[in-house]
């Protein structure tokens, strides 16, 4: 499976701290994506980063990618009730005529009022 | 009004039934996506189609079947439902430059099989 990996799969701080979810990949990719999801609805499109980038921010949110290693991790600064949700990392490949998102397992983030 | 809908919002069928799930647009994307969400397995694609002519199968096709009846509308169907299709079910939406854009999320059908 091309599938990536999130790491941790639960994650609990308190309101005002910082949140650090990793996700890894296997193989080469054009792009990898970060999506949020609340209880039981659709996904929400957060933050793009191209495999020619390093480091992308959007807001409170701070996205890495290191290819060499095929991680990427998401910093969510100062975080807050509201961002209590589930959030997956997913990859888009290189391969031709592929052009799928591969979604990881997700990091269920608990913020403590 | 939302972007990408799905109908129905909660569906609870019985073994052997067919079913069918609609996802409508109108974002005016070409492509279109079908997923299938289980606990602790994340989303898995079943199929897709980047224009009204075109359907390919993804991860995890088997026991389903699509029609792309305009750009806006995109079904899915199972045509005899088993239990373990029970899960959460969402449409996408991109748009086609590159083929590697963000996808927008229907709210999802909570499909049971019983």
């Known amino acids: 499976s091309q599938q990536g990996e999130e790491d941790p799969q639960a994650l609990s701080i308190q309101e005002g701290e910082n949140a650090t979810m990793n996700c890894s990949y296997k193989t080469s990719i054009n792009n990898l994506q970060w999506y949020r999801q609340n209880s039981g609805r659709g996904l929400v499109h957060l933050i793009l980063?191209?495999?020619?980038?390093r480091e992308k921010h959007s807001g409170r949110l701070r996205v890495t990618l290191d290819t060499s290693k095929k991680s990427s991790s998401l910093l969510i600064t100062a975080s807050r009730a509201a961002d209590t949700a589930s959030y997956f990392c997913?990859?888009?490949?290189?391969?031709?005529?592929?052009?799928?998102?591969?979604f990881g397992k997700g990091t269920k983030l608990s913020v403590i009022p | 009004d939302a972007d990408v809908t799905q109908t129905p919002r909660n569906r609870i069928t019985k073994t052997g039934k067919r079913i069918m799930l609609e996802c409508s647009q109108t974002?005016?994307?070409?492509?279109m996506y079908w997923y299938r969400q289980d606990p602790g397995l994340g989303l898995r694609l079943i199929y897709y189609?980047?224009?009204?002519?075109?359907?390919n199968k993804g991860e995890i096709s088997d026991g389903y079947s699509v029609s792309r009846q305009a750009q806006a509308k995109f079904s899915l169907s199972l045509e005899s439902a088993i239990p373990n299709q029970t899960a959460l079910y969402f449409c996408?939406?991109?748009?086609?430059?590159?083929?590697?854009?963000?996808?927008?999320f229907g709210p999802g059908t909570r499909l049971t099989v019983l």
């Open positions: 974002k005016g994307h070409d492509r």
């Open positions: 980063i191209r495999s020619n980038e």
């Open positions: 997913a990859t888009a490949y290189s391969g031709a005529g592929s052009y799928q998102l591969t």
């Open positions: 996408a939406t991109s748009p086609p430059a590159g083929g590697y854009n963000e996808q927008f």
């Open positions: 189609s980047f224009d009204v002519k075109d359907i």
